[in-house]
């Protein structure tokens, strides 16, 4: 079965830190990537997908077949990048699997 | 245009008790999907429907979870004779078929006392 796993629930950096959120899956296929992001009080919305290999917001994410991961990447952060972070997959279904989240805390 | 909607936005319940939470999804969207969200826990897929076709049940937890979409619209989630276990947050999403991108609504928080 698929699994996403994200093993850090916490990551807090100062202002113009560079970020790296960790996520790692499980599959033996052809995977699909994706990051979704939740703001304070706001829905959960698609930060950026694999196949698409563009930047949003700064973001970028590379999908390591080898390594099976597909780490979101930021090299300045921002104080409005505080947010809930969710890596997920997904395979022959359409519905994703996700991982646990985790909480980026940028500090001033 | 108007996205996702969910109500009720948040639903407390005794144990034991029926609930049904709705989910209108975005005009146009032949794929909606419920998934749920407890306290610590990821979100975890529940049921998928695509157009006509019979819905991807597999990741109902047990049988008290049942879903329906009507007329290619609205979805219903109907948890019967709820649990403690069954608090969470009850996020519906839709898309486009065939599209990466979905959509979600902003939850029902359901509390089972």
């Known amino acids: 079965a698929q699994r996403v796993t994200q093993p850090e629930k916490l990551l807090s950096v100062f202002k113009g830190a560079p970020v790296e959120l960790k996520c790692n899956y499980s599959y033996s296929g052809s995977p699909e990537l994706f990051w979704y992001v939740q703001y304070s009080r706001q829905r959960l919305q698609l930060l950026l997908r694999?196949?698409s290999r563009e930047s949003i917001k700064g973001f970028t994410a590379d999908l390591n077949k080898g390594e099976t991961s597909f780490h979101l990447k930021k090299p300045f952060a921002q104080e409005e990048d505080s947010a809930m972070y969710y890596c997920a997959l997904r395979t022959g279904r359409r519905a994703l699997t996700f991982g646990s989240g985790t909480r980026l805390q940028v500090q001033p | 245009g108007a996205g996702v909607s969910q109500s009720p936005s948040n639903k407390v319940t005794e144990k034991g008790k029926d609930v049904e939470l709705r989910c209108d999804p975005i005009s146009g969207h032949t794929a909606l999907y419920w998934y749920r969200q407890s306290l610590g826990q990821g979100l975890e897929f529940l049921i998928y429907?695509?157009?006509?076709?019979?819905?991807?049940k597999s990741g109902l937890p047990s049988d008290r979870f049942s879903a329906e979409r009507t007329g290619g619209s609205v979805s219903t989630l109907t948890i019967q004779r709820t649990q403690q276990e069954d608090s969470a947050v009850y996020l519906c999403a839709s898309s486009l078929a065939g599209q990466d991108e979905q959509f979600f609504g902003p939850g029902t928080r359901l509390t089972v006392l």
């Open positions: 429907f695509q157009g006509n076709s019979a819905p991807d």
């Open positions: 694999h196949i």
